[in-house]
């Protein structure tokens, strides 16, 4: 019996759909039926995580509560954030809902580690950054994080908030080849893209070559638990 998966969006918007494109790109399927039933809330209330982690910003957890427990409401069986530093709130999310809840940097860190990867460099936002969600993740697959020096991690959001969030800078305007170099530079073998617009700009670039897309790890894991399957064995 396959399960309805619910999706807690709106951070941002553009990272929701991508992840709901790969739910139905991924899923072996030869009729709509065959598809997963999917439930997306793109709630753009969902106060910025970064600015909460690290700037005393609103708080994202009630909001981010109140869209789980709709979306449970609603008949979601398995939820999911396609926000990696939304995960610095997931305990709180995971326990307002009798549902479980899938944690995306540590099926990345699965990947990873099945794939062999011994050192990981991490393109994230401030707040996953500074907040350890992906280290600790990581770490608990035997994975050692890496991540950019100070100027190269300002380049990172950059990419991230002007680049794709606003649209305000071209994508190429951002010299993520350097970030790349940098990461290398600190034993990086493969780099995770930890911030769910990450994927969006390394497509456009056509950079996602030894990039581990965390929003894809996060779909395939969503496909299996929702009793669906896959058209591939892994996220690479």
């Given at each position: 019996?396959?399960?309805?998966?619910?999706?807690?969006?709106?951070?941002?918007?553009?990272?929701?759909w991508?992840?709901?494109?790969?739910?139905?790109?991924?899923?072996?399927?030869?009729?709509?039926q065959?598809?997963?039933?999917?439930?997306?809330?793109?709630?753009?209330?969902?106060?910025?995580?970064?600015?909460?982690?690290?700037?005393?910003?609103?708080?994202?957890?009630?909001?981010?509560?109140?869209?789980?427990?709709?979306?449970?409401?609603?008949?979601?069986?398995?939820?999911?954030?396609?926000?990696?530093?939304?995960?610095?709130?997931?305990?709180?999310?995971a326990?307002?809902?009798?549902?479980?809840?899938?944690?995306?940097?540590?099926?990345?860190a699965?990947?990873?580690?099945?794939?062999g990867?011994?050192?990981?460099?991490v393109?994230?936002?401030?707040?996953?950054?500074?907040?350890?969600?992906?280290?600790?993740?990581?770490?608990?697959?035997?994975?050692?994080?890496?991540?950019?020096?100070?100027?190269?991690?300002?380049?990172?959001?950059?990419?991230?908030?002007?680049?794709?969030?606003?649209?305000?800078?071209?994508?190429?305007?951002?010299?993520?080849?350097?970030?790349?170099?940098?990461?290398?530079?600190?034993?990086?073998?493969?780099?995770?893209?930890?911030?769910?617009?990450?994927?969006?700009?390394?497509?456009?670039?056509?950079?996602?070559?030894?990039?581990?897309?965390?929003?894809?790890?996060?779909?395939?894991?969503?496909?299996?638990?929702?009793?669906?399957?896959p058209?591939?064995?892994?996220?690479?």
């Amino acid at each position: 019996m396959k399960k309805t998966i619910g999706v807690i969006g709106g951070m941002g918007p553009a990272a929701t759909w991508d992840l709901t494109a790969k739910l139905t790109e991924l899923t072996r399927a030869a009729c709509d039926q065959d598809h997963l039933h999917v439930i997306a809330d793109c709630n753009t209330a969902i106060p910025d995580r970064t600015a909460a982690i690290l700037h005393g910003g609103a708080d994202p957890t009630p909001e981010l509560i109140k869209t789980a427990r709709q979306l449970e409401a609603a008949g979601a069986e398995i939820l999911i954030m396609p926000c990696n530093t939304a995960h610095y709130f997931y305990d709180a999310v995971a326990a307002s809902v009798s549902v479980p809840v899938l944690h995306m940097p540590r099926e990345a860190a699965a990947a990873l580690k099945a794939a062999g990867v011994k050192t990981a460099g991490v393109l994230a936002t401030d707040g996953t950054v500074q907040s350890g969600v992906y280290e600790k993740a990581l770490a608990q697959a035997g994975v050692r994080a890496v991540y950019p020096s100070p100027a190269m991690q300002e380049q990172v959001m950059r990419l991230i908030y002007q680049g794709v969030k606003a649209r305000a800078v071209p994508l190429s305007s951002i010299p993520v080849r350097d970030i790349l170099r940098d990461l290398r530079d600190r034993g990086a073998e493969k780099f995770v893209l930890a911030c769910t617009e990450l994927p969006l700009a390394f497509e456009e670039l056509g950079l996602l070559a030894d990039c581990l897309d965390a929003t894809r790890a996060l779909a395939l894991a969503a496909i299996r638990a929702a009793g669906g399957e896959p058209t591939v064995s892994g996220p690479w």
